[in-house]
């Protein structure tokens, strides 16, 4: 039975069969093209090598239920590169994946819990966010359990992880073997504060004792951020300490961020913003086993220190650090958004050059992003842009690579989110 069919089955039968009831039932599509031309993206190009260009794609249907104190969610979707298999293929390269499934139900009024494949996203999702840039986005297998009353919300978060309903314990290292937190958000008249402390668990193989182990990384820290008639900014801080896994060992971990952003609204179209965020990092002459390095987990990392991804998108970890000052002009009208960010890149720690073993400058280079977007319709938004880094010797070292080769990046997507379904019941 084809798809299509399968899903006017399903549809039709709910309809059916609780319409006595008051619920909701929403139906929606995304179809997400994105063209992206890398020529010296995450790295510096090497000299003999060539830029290149492709078109991934998402492709999303959700379906939203809700009746009573009971809410659910099923998010398919496919991921694809346009080519990856033959125009007469069979089968698909990544298939249909399960981006989220879960159910909430309201215990009371002030008590909610949540549980399956769910979006776990906080405050500037530096720490916990959806990814949503990556086509194929980021969710968890989790429980959260939500408080809310007045102005204050605590979450309360947990997670097991494995490979498979196995007989025995066997080596996991897919993501955390199990993780815990606590969210606290507290609103004020123009202001919030929010505090996270994140314990993950990271399992690794004793070779020594042949047993299976657990390092525990915390991750303690809050976020405030204020509003006012044309001043708006936000203040971060964050500390991880305990320990993580390294191969089949594991090492104490003691590591810093934090960061600052404050914006002025000139008027109604014309804003601009300053900030500055550091990371820590460690010195490459430091013989010191313990790690230094501050990794920002589970965040939405392509959203800070440059659109280029050269610094903590799948990379830089365990590494210099980084302190990144930047700007940001955002000019809105109408259906336009174009806005321009230089970043000032220096590392965090020492950088030492491997030939001359000699102190490197920590200065790693400029990059300046400028994108745009348009909304073309209620449903389609189209949304572009071109980055440029001018690296330094120092970035060379770390990233490898050639400076004075045009680094550069370009893209453009097309954003298509109709509603196809929406039935509501009052009864």
């Given at each position: 039975?084809?798809?299509?069919?399968?899903?006017?089955?399903?549809?039709?039968?709910?309809?059916?069969?609780?319409?006595?009831?008051?619920?909701?039932?929403?139906?929606?599509?995304?179809?997400?093209?994105?063209?992206?031309?890398?020529?010296?993206?995450?790295e510096?190009?090497?000299?003999?090598?060539?830029?290149?260009?492709?078109?991934?794609?998402?492709?999303?249907?959700?379906?939203?239920?809700?009746?009573?104190?009971?809410?659910?969610?099923?998010?398919?979707?496919?991921?694809?590169?346009?080519?990856?298999?033959?125009?007469?293929?069979?089968?698909?390269?990544?298939?249909?994946?399960?981006?989220e499934?879960?159910?909430?139900?309201d215990?009371?009024?002030?008590?909610?819990?949540?549980?399956?494949?769910?979006?776990?996203?906080?405050?500037?999702?530096?720490?916990?966010?959806?990814?949503?840039w990556?086509?194929?986005?980021?969710?968890?297998?989790?429980?959260?359990?939500?408080?809310?009353?007045?102005?204050?919300?605590?979450?309360?978060?947990?997670?097991?992880?494995?490979?498979?309903?196995?007989?025995?314990?066997?080596?996991?290292?897919?993501?955390?073997?199990?993780?815990?937190?606590?969210?606290?958000?507290?609103?004020?008249?123009?202001?919030?504060?929010?505090?996270?402390?994140?314990?993950?668990?990271?399992?690794?193989?004793?070779?020594?004792?042949?047993?299976?182990?657990?390092?525990?990384?915390?991750?303690?820290?809050?976020?405030?951020?204020?509003?006012?008639?044309?001043w708006?900014?936000?203040?971060?801080?964050?500390?991880?300490?305990?320990?993580?896994?390294?191969?089949?060992?594991?090492?104490?971990?003691?590591?810093?961020?934090?960061?600052?952003?404050?914006?002025?609204k000139?008027?109604?179209?014309?804003?601009?913003?300053?900030?500055?965020?550091?990371?820590?990092?460690?010195?490459?002459?430091?013989?010191?086993?313990?790690?230094?390095?501050?990794?920002?987990?589970?965040?939405t990392?392509?959203?800070?220190?440059?659109?280029?991804?050269?610094?903590?998108?799948?990379?830089?970890?365990?590494?210099?650090?980084?302190?990144?000052?930047?700007?940001?002009?955002?000019?809105?009208?109408?259906?336009?958004?174009?806005?321009?960010?230089?970043?000032?890149?220096?590392?965090?720690?020492?950088?030492?050059?491997?030939?001359?073993?000699?102190?490197?400058?920590s200065?790693?280079?400029?990059?300046?992003?400028?994108?745009?977007?348009?909304?073309?319709?209620?449903?389609?938004?189209?949304?572009?842009?071109?980055?440029?880094?001018?690296?330094?010797?120092?970035?060379?070292?770390?990233?490898?690579?050639?400076?004075?080769?045009d680094?550069n990046?370009?893209?453009?997507?097309?954003?298509?989110?109709?509603?196809?379904?929406?039935?509501?019941?009052?009864?």
């Amino acid at each position: 039975m084809k798809i299509s069919y399968k899903l006017v089955l399903i549809i039709s039968f709910l309809m059916v069969t609780v319409d006595s009831i008051a619920q909701e039932f929403d139906v929606n599509m995304q179809i997400r093209p994105r063209f992206e031309y890398r020529n010296g993206f995450k790295e510096l190009m090497k000299d003999g090598a060539y830029p290149t260009s492709f078109i991934s794609n998402r492709s999303r249907l959700t379906f939203d239920f809700k009746q009573e104190k009971i809410k659910a969610k099923i998010d398919f979707q496919n991921v694809r590169v346009w080519g990856d298999i033959a125009t007469t293929g069979i089968s698909d390269k990544n298939g249909v994946a399960l981006f989220e499934s879960w159910f909430s139900y309201d215990l009371n009024t002030n008590w909610t819990a949540k549980i399956g494949r769910q979006v776990i996203s906080y405050d500037n999702q530096r720490i916990f966010g959806g990814l949503d840039w990556a086509q194929q986005g980021q969710s968890h297998d989790a429980l959260v359990v939500h408080y809310a009353k007045d102005k204050m919300k605590i979450d309360f978060g947990g997670a097991i992880s494995n490979g498979g309903e196995n007989l025995v314990e066997t080596a996991y290292n897919t993501t955390y073997k199990n993780l815990q937190y606590i969210w606290f958000n507290k609103k004020f008249s123009n202001s919030s504060l929010s505090l996270l402390a994140l314990n993950t668990g990271y399992q690794y193989v004793n070779t020594i004792d042949v047993t299976f182990e657990n390092a525990y990384m915390q991750t303690l820290g809050g976020f405030y951020k204020f509003q006012g008639n044309n001043w708006f900014g936000d203040l971060g801080a964050y500390v991880q300490t305990g320990e993580t896994a390294l191969g089949t060992s594991k090492e104490d971990i003691l590591a810093y961020n934090a960061a600052i952003n404050v914006g002025y609204k000139f008027d109604a179209n014309f804003k601009a913003e300053l900030g500055f965020e550091y990371l820590s990092g460690k010195n490459q002459d430091d013989a010191d086993s313990k790690i230094k390095s501050f990794t920002p987990l589970f965040g939405t990392n392509h959203g800070f220190n440059g659109f280029m991804d050269y610094f903590y998108v799948g990379n830089h970890k365990n590494t210099v650090g980084l302190k990144d000052f930047y700007g940001k002009l955002t000019f809105e009208k109408n259906k336009w958004q174009i806005a321009l960010a230089p970043h000032f890149f220096y590392s965090a720690a020492q950088i030492i050059n491997p030939v001359t073993i000699e102190k490197e400058s920590s200065n790693l280079g400029t990059e300046i992003d400028l994108t745009c977007a348009y909304k073309m319709d209620k449903n389609i938004t189209i949304t572009g842009g071109f980055s440029k880094m001018f690296g330094t010797t120092s970035l060379e070292i770390i990233k490898a690579g050639n400076k004075d080769n045009d680094n550069n990046w370009a893209y453009v997507m097309i954003s298509f989110n109709p509603n196809i379904f929406s039935f509501k019941n009052t009864k």
